[in-house]
């Protein structure tokens, strides 16, 4: 390592026991070496420079970058109770940025976020290479999921639907929202809405629980091959305001191992709802270490209530078109939803639209800062969920037109 590294530890973390460390490690790097032959040395520099510049912009200017042999490690000079957060957020927005790089399919990266003494840190940062993460436990068998018939009357009626969510910023597919459609009479109809019109008696709580259960089910056959993907699941305010409908929403998702559970958004439907009736429902979550999405209504910009109640992204449906033939919002709405996402972003949270339904809408809102999308007039919505994979505005305009 070419930087002197006590006389690091003596100007910026002087007088301290203990050093907040980050790690990440690239892995399958062996892998992309195959792949590019002669070509390894500039890959590799590609691969560690782009890598390098992506965590610098995500750091404050008193942290430290130090590059080791197969990955880096983060030295913050101050102490914060949000360092594991901020560590795995990093990690989930590179994955993201490498995902769209036809070069590197094979590409992963692991992270773990630690207090080490000012020797140990000596030690790990004059290794070779920092010390692998910790392995990941197992992951359960589709067997541990309960039957259908188990989650509540209507359930073998209901299906899981999973509407692809288009990243902006990425230019890709990076989730898949999961929510639940019953049959009605050889039709499939959304859940929420056949309960609203009477065409189906199957309670809200039982379409959130058949979400989940797919969500993971899901979740696990990408796992088998060594695929990630990331699922945001309907949650109704009825199962929110419920202690007990919580707690079974929750034991649906027991299975799901600590080190995963950031890769669920669970996307809590409180437009209707005040602030405050939903505070123990994010707590409780974010306790069991799910990433939190919070439904508000279109064009809500009071959001300050939710500071520091872990809420990672908001959402907002998309209003209905006034009829078939019109497309895109009125002026007072677009500069309504530009509310909402300044708001958002106001808390260092992106902006999620649904049910968009056509090009011009999605522009719209585009302009307007909103991050990502989904919605009918998108990437179709379809029983299984989309592989995530890079796609272009013009991809996905084509898409749309072609649908």
Known sequence: MSIDLNTILKAVLAEKKKVDIGQFQLLNLDRIKDASGDDWPAMKKKIFDAASHFIEKRLSIKHILVPCEEGFLIIFAEHADNIAEEVEKITEEMIAFFLGHPDLPDLEVASDAQSVSPGELAQIATSSKPPAPAKAPDIPSMDSLPPLHELGPGAENAQACFRPIWDAERQAITANYCFSKVHVEGRLIEGRRAIETRMSDVEHLTLDLVAARSAFQAFLAFFKKKKRNTFAISIHETTLLNAENRTRFLECLAGVPEVARKSFWLR????????????????????????????????????????????????????????????????????????????????SAPFLLDDVRDLKTLKQAMACGVRMLCGPGLVPEAARPSPLRPLSIVDLCRIAKAA
């Open 268 to 347: 809590l439907e409180a437009a209707d709802i005040p602030h405050g009736n939903a505070f123990p429902a994010l707590e409780e979550f974010a306790d069991q270490g799910f990433s939190l999405m919070l439904d508000q209504p279109f064009g809500q910009a009071e959001l300050s209530s939710f500071e520091e109640r872990g809420v990672n992204v908001f959402s907002a449906r998309a209003l209905r078109p006034a009829n078939f033939e019109s497309e895109g919002m009125l002026d007072h709405d677009s500069a309504a939803l530009n509310n909402a996402v300044r708001a958002a972003g106001a808390m």
